[in-house]
């Protein structure tokens, strides 16, 4: 090869040699800052992550989740409401016995039906009263209540429109032959009570108007009132007697 050719052939390699050194870096800090776009935020004590594949909550809740109205800890009560035109995103029809046919939120659905088979494995029957129940049919029950006990009784047992936990779509009244398929106190009593009471927190559930909580809670015992939080949620709830509003004020 001539001197010079040789020169050139030098300096062509050298450049291709930069290029594609130049090439490797740019696709690494490409992949890298792509990375880092995924990684999800770690978890730190008080905080809140969701998987999104699953949606299922992996720690504790933060009060800008529960201000989230599709958050599986969504609070609702007497102080909280809904909008009134807040629909839960993924409401299906209940596929277990029920006096009338009902809707729940995916997740707790799927949950209630595990219940639902655990208590057969016990020969116990349970039956779906109310599920999900829109904010124009609260207003309509609450109405009705107030007509029939007068506002001071009514607001015990039933809920203004927005604060009824029914509008979440995350909450079940579920009743047994034993009691005429009624929402009575005395349901609590019966064996397919006491299996809710014992076990809805496997299951991902929890007695949400416990017994002398009134104060707390705003309602009286409502022992058929089921409310879907996920299993871990349950079982802390279920090891520490507490009520819902406790346990939020307790992970703040
Ligand atoms: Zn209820």
Redesign the pocket.
């Known amino acids: 090869m001539h001197i010079q050719n040789k020169k050139r052939f030098y300096l062509m390699m050298g450049l291709l040699g930069f290029i594609i050194i130049l090439l490797g870096f740019s696709i690494y800090m490409i992949w890298t800052a792509i990375s880092a776009r995924n990684v999800p935020i770690a978890p730190t004590s008080n905080t809140a992550t969701v998987d999104s594949t699953q949606g299922n909550r992996t720690d504790t809740v933060t009060s800008q989740a529960i201000a989230d109205p599709t958050d599986i800890l969504v609070l609702v009560n007497k102080t909280t409401s809904l909008d009134q035109d807040y629909l839960p995103p993924d409401l299906v029809s209940v596929d277990l016995p029920g006096v009338r046919e009902t809707q729940l939120r995916k997740e707790a659905a799927t949950a209630l039906e595990d219940l639902f088979d655990a208590a057969a494995l016990k020969n116990l029957t349970l039956y779906c009263c109310?599920g999900y129940r829109s904010y124009q049919s609260q207003d309509q029950l609450y109405a009705e209540n107030v007509n029939a006990y007068g506002q001071k009784e009514a607001d015990l047992v039933s809920a203004k429109p927005g604060q009824?936990?029914?509008q979440t779509g995350l909450?079940?009244?579920v009743t047994a032959e034993s009691v005429n398929f009624d929402?009575l106190e005395s349901f609590g009593q019966t064996p397919e009570g006491q299996f809710i009471k014992n076990n809805a927190h496997l299951y991902g559930y929890i007695i949400?108007y416990p017994e002398d909580q009134t104060a707390i809670t705003g309602y009286a015992y409502?022992p058929?009132?089921l409310r879907y939080v996920g299993k871990d949620v349950a079982a802390e709830i279920f090891k520490n007697s507490l009520t819902f509003e406790a346990y939020l004020t307790q992970v703040q």
Do not use: G, I, N, P
Request: glycine share 0%; hydrophobic share 35%.
């Open positions: 109310s009824s936990e029914h909450a079940m009244d929402l949400r409502e058929w009132h």
